[in-house]
């Protein structure tokens, strides 16, 4: 009977949607976790999911496996939109044998990576999972690293994003680590390359997982996460904003939003954002929020190296990307931490199209033994070499410092700035006028009447943007209440921009 037949397909979907099971729904429930389709659900716009491979089932007959294969294998794979842009994703399930990755399971994953980078759509991947599955042995780490290369292959192309939502161990954590952001869930999700019980035999360190690589390890310690977020829901929330800001791939320009702020809005507050005394710190966020649409800004590694901001704005409804000098943390200075994490935000930026606005106070790099001996040199290298390879529109403002080295790093004109502003109160010169002093009047130090007047004559002569802008470094000396004005209508003016680097395989960005 026809009816029959269309009946047999409801009820094995309505099999494959019940996963490993009421009893483990219900755990999954009662750990504060999801399952992967409520995921899904609230990822993706209402009813626009397709999904694929829902009846895949593994091959493996070790183990009494063959009377052990759910349909879809431990993920739901397929494609949907986040307010009406196509993206593709993966939500591993817990409760189909721990999420774990077959062979059968990494395919399905490849699949949609495979028709992501084909149709030039993000990969969004939602992880919860055990691991590799033990049963099957090499079968499922070969399956780990046919995954691995598609992250490599599609890195620059589409954008990835993780979200690990549940266990992320060994091997598994390299997918993550490969893509574009990865967001965590508070206290339920974890990611380690070596579990506490193999700490604990091998460095004899008594850790607990959450210690060890939980959201707030990975958000603060280590960087390998770019947000930690309440919950399921919450994070899933703040996904939906993220991939709002993104092109869809390398092709296309990143999405024009409506907007409802007034480009030429003035905020005369910004006058006397600087504080008097140039050792005052004030908050580079409200510069931030007070330049963008609508207020909004999306931070990027919020809780980590905070002396550096980055994250995504908008203005005239087109995507930004803002590095930001902070002031109010270690003076703003450049530093291993914060030269890696903007250099990796640059690059991201650079590779998907969206231009570049730079916000500059920076009195230098961090002195110190364990700066140097940490490599600041390599790893400050890092966000020069990002800044000069750039290609999109670069526009920047120098509220107060640019000293030294940083003023070169931060987004110069020598390092191809499109627009370069400065505020009034920019100070741009070698380094700042107490320091030089010293050095150049060595012999004086004993006179503080002397030095005091060596040190106003330095002032007077460098405390100011007028010597850059003499010379052309500084395009224009702006109003700090037009910045909003002045910014929108550099980049406005940068749209077509074409600029490209000479041919090569790839660069050598010292790592
Ligand atoms: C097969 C697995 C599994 C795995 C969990 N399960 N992990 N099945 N392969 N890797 C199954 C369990 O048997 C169980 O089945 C169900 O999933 C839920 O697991 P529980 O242990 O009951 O859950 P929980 O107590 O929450 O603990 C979760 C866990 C634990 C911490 C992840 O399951 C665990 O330690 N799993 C093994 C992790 C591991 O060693 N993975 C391989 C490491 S190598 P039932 O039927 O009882 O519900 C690796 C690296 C990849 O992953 C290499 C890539 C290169």
Redesign the pocket.
Known sequence: MMTDILQELEDRRQDARMG?GQK?IDAQHAKGKLTARERIELLLDEDSFEEYDTFVTHRCTDFGMEDNAPAGDGVVTGWGTVNGRMVYVYSQD?TV??G??SATHAQKICKIMDMAVQNGAPVIGLNDS??????EGVD??AG??EIFQRNIMASGVVPQISVIMG?C????V?SPAMTDFIFMVKDSSYMFVTGPDVVKTVTNEQVTAEELGGASTHTRKSSVADGAFENDVEALAEVRRLVDFLPLNNREKPPVRPFFDDVNRLENSLDTLVPENANTPYDMKELIHKTADEGDFYEIQEDFAKNIITGFIRLEGQTVGVVANQPMVLAGCLDIDSSRKAARFVRFCDAFEVPILTFVDVPGFLPGTSQEYGGVIKHGAKLLFAYGEATVPKVTVITRKAYGGAYDVMASKHLRGDMNYAWPTAEIAVMGAKGATEILYRSELGDPDKIAKRTKDYEDRFANPFVAAERGFIDEVIMPHSTRKRVSRAFAALRSKKLTNPWKKHDNIPL
Do not use: W
């Open positions: 490993g483990r817990f044998l721990g774990s990755v055990g691991g590799a599955r033990i049963q499922a780490l780990y690293a266990p161990a060994g091997g598994a390299y």
